[in-house]
């Protein structure tokens, strides 16, 4: 049985969460979110060491086989009644905000659950899932929550998220293998965050990150991408906006 460990007590794994083996594992445009330095970047991620893990096996616990990463933040106060449209972005801002304000935190949202593939399947991930909800409880957190994004969407990049989440098994689970771990493991569809990721580049930048020459303006279909990259070759930009999906978990008691 796979293990979470915070990156708090297992400095020494550190390094291996965030090399190659796993930033490989990530379309590379995936990592030029501007938003994600609010909590990758020093000092930042200093400050949620507690909510950054590594995934371990017990039998070999010197080497990570995953990693996994949530923020806490506040939910419910004024002006965060519902979950941001900005999905990850928004919760990621929300958190800095947090933090630099000293803020108490009473909700969690996962970030993200990464599985080498030789540790893929056999309910690996919802095992991760669920020991991040006990995380949570442990933390004395009331909320957790998850900018979901979905494993197959990019199989189908011009098909609406709202239309694709809503898809379902002959079972009623969704159809999407992520979203339907998530639903089995308790969770409840809340709703579709339609810019939860952005990531803007000028066209130079977009042929680096993908290796593709983009010789024409207007939407434009990129290998990894959810939705449509909207390229723009008179301004000299190109931008992903991607749409995850809202999933609300009970916090275990």
């Not at 616990?61 to 999905?87: S, T």
């Not at 991040?132 to 442990?138: G, I, K, P, S, Y």
Request: proline share 9%.
């Amino acid at each position: 049985m796979l293990e979470l460990v915070p990156l708090r007590g297992r400095p020494d794994l550190r390094a291996q969460v965030f090399s190659e083996v796993f930033m490989a594992l990530w379309p590379a445009f995936m990592q030029e979110d501007p938003a994600a330095d609010l909590f990758f970047a020093r000092p930042h991620l200093d400050a949620c060491l507690d909510t950054a893990f590594a995934v371990v096996d017990p039998a070999r616990p010197e080497v990570a086989v995953g990693r996994a990463f949530a923020v806490p933040f506040a939910f419910g106060i004024r002006g965060r009644e519902n979950l941001p449209d900005a999905g990850w972005d928004g919760v990621v801002r929300w958190a800095h905000a947090d933090r630099a304000l000293g803020r108490a935190p009473n909700a969690l949202s996962a970030l993200e659950i990464t599985l080498l593939p030789s540790h893929r399947g056999r309910g690996a991930s919802r095992m991760v899932l669920d020991a991040m909800r006990q995380r949570a409880a442990e933390l004395g957190l009331s909320h957790i929550f998850a900018p979901v994004r979905p494993t197959m969407k990019h199989l189908e990049p011009c098909v609406p998220m709202q239309e694709y989440a809503a898809r379902t098994g002959a079972d009623g689970l969704p159809a999407d293998p992520w979203l339907r771990v998530h639903v089995r493991a308790g969770g409840h569809i809340v709703k579709v965050a339609p810019t939860s990721m952005v990531v803007p580049g000028t066209i130079s930048e977009w042929r680096r990150w993908t290796r593709l020459e983009f010789v024409a303006s207007g939407p434009t279909i990129v290998p990894g991408a959810l939705v449509p990259v909207h390229v723009s070759l008179e301004q000299n930009h190109a931008v992903y906006i991607e749409p995850n999906v809202w999933v609300r978990h009970v916090v275990p008691t």
